[in-house]
């Protein structure tokens, strides 16, 4: 009985073999000359079944070895696996299979960049999904193995620090130290090192304004001056996707982040920051030329919240202060979000001068275009905070 399979590559002869024995019974010899063309189809017999069978191992070669990790790499190319010890990988942003096979081998995780390489054209749809990261593998593994632990993207290993939007340079030293165990110190020198971080000319060396927000998985064992240069790499592409020409560039991230240190709802960064300009542009009307933002106060004492009159006074002694000097201060005063950032480059058009919020919960603003009615918004918050008690201390 010929096998399922066999029958299915090679055909079913089982029909053929009972015409033939029929008529070997009935029929008389054919002549001699007739031989040659038996011997030709016989050879074309072999053939087909011959092609059939390479085709046949041809289709199911990737199969093989996607199911077993076997596939044309022999002992001499790869490692038996499993490995032993523990080797940290880093895949970076951009790098291709044929630099992961090399870093692979190199490391001595895989014999050859082969054995790599022969598992990822295995299976193309893994490959595609390997993410940059860190990984964890061992020394002496099968390329197929390896392969699978770095397309898997579960295996990337987390090593990730957020930072939140609005914080100052001096707080972002503080949390990246807490998560790297690099000196503050370490950062604060490497933020005075303008060009080794990619600070712009416009910034004037200072970095303050120029680490964006967000949540970072650094390489491992990166220095302080790398990952602030990733950080401020990612400003300048940030503020290149709002089209904030180059000269622009320090003037908008000053405007976004006083945005970002007076806004409380999302949807009223455009009106915040069209308040600015409006203060900005009219030197005689109603604020007369002065911002008066009360984060420009907490960023030139270095203090959070509530400031008390000796901070107030302490506060006029810094040109950040916009209460007692009028225009922009002079440089950023806290890292901006992308979304401050675009609301100070493209401001939501409004003749408003004046806002107030009138619920510290939900975060609701009133916006105003004249004292008179500044006045009354205000009597909206202080009616707030007298309905909720213990909300709105002053210091």
């Keep these: 009985m010929s096998d399922p399979l066999d029958r ?10 009972a015409i033939s024995r029929r008529q070997r019974r009935r029929a008389p010899r054919p002549p001699a000359k007739r031989t040659g063309r038996k011997v030709v189809v016989v050879f074309v017999a072999l053939a087909l079944v011959t092609g059939a069978g390479v085709a046949a191992f041809t289709v199911l070669k990737p199969l093989i070895s996607k199911i077993t990790g076997v596939g044309g790499v022999n002992e001499d ?15 970076a942003q951009g790098q291709t299979g044929d630099d992961i096979a090399t870093t692979l081998r190199d490391n001595g995780v895989t014999k050859t960049r082969t054995a790599y390489l022969e598992a990822a054209k295995g299976d193309p749809a893994a490959a595609s999904r390997i993410q940059p990261g860190t990984y964890t593998l061992k020394k ?11 397309s898997n993207p579960a295996n990337v290993v987390r090593n990730a620090v957020t930072l939140p939007e609005g914080l100052w340079a001096s707080e972002t030293f503080a949390r ?42 650094f390489p491992e064992n990166s220095t302080a001056t790398q990952q602030l240069a990733i950080m401020v790499k ?8 709002a089209n904030v020409a180059p000269d ?17 709802a ?29 984060s420009t106060r907490n960023f030139a004492i270095q203090k959070r919240g509530n ?21 922009l201060p002079p440089g950023p005063i806290n890292s901006p979000s992308e979304a401050s950032i675009v609301a100070a480059a493209n401001p939501t058009p409004g003749n408003w001068y004046y806002f107030v919020t009138v619920n510290f919960d939900t975060g609701e603003t009133l916006f105003a275009e004249t004292l008179a009615e500044q006045e009354q918004n205000i009597a909206k918050w202080k009616q707030w905070c007298k309905d909720n008690p213990g909300k709105c201390e002053a210091g």
């Design 140 to 150: 002496g593994m099968r390329g197929v193995d390896a392969f699978k632990v770095i």
């Design 176 to 217: 990246l130290s807490s998560f790297s165990g690099i000196p503050v110190a370490d950062y604060e020198a490497a933020a005075k090192d303008a060009a080794a971080i990619g600070l712009p000319a416009a910034a004037g060396g200072n970095v303050e304004g120029w680490l964006s927000p967000t949540t970072y998985e």
């Design 266 to 294: 999302g949807t009223d960064r455009g009106k915040v920051a069209r308040v600015i300009e409006n203060r900005l542009d009219n030197p005689t009307g109603p604020t007369v030329g002065f911002l008066q933002m009360d």
């Design 307 to 327: 400031l008390s009159a000796a901070d107030v006074a302490k506060s006029k002694e810094s040109p950040f202060d916009t209460y007692a000097h009028k225009g």
């Design 234 to 241: 990612r400003t300048v592409d940030e503020l290149a996707r």
């Design 77 to 91: 190319m790869d490692f038996t696996g499993p490995g032993e010890g523990e080797v940290k990988i880093a895949v």
């Design 248 to 264: 622009e560039q320090q003037r908008i991230l000053t405007l976004a982040s006083i945005v970002e240190g007076e806004v409380n």
């Design 8 to 17: 299915a590559i090679f055909g079913d002869d089982r029909g053929a073999e």
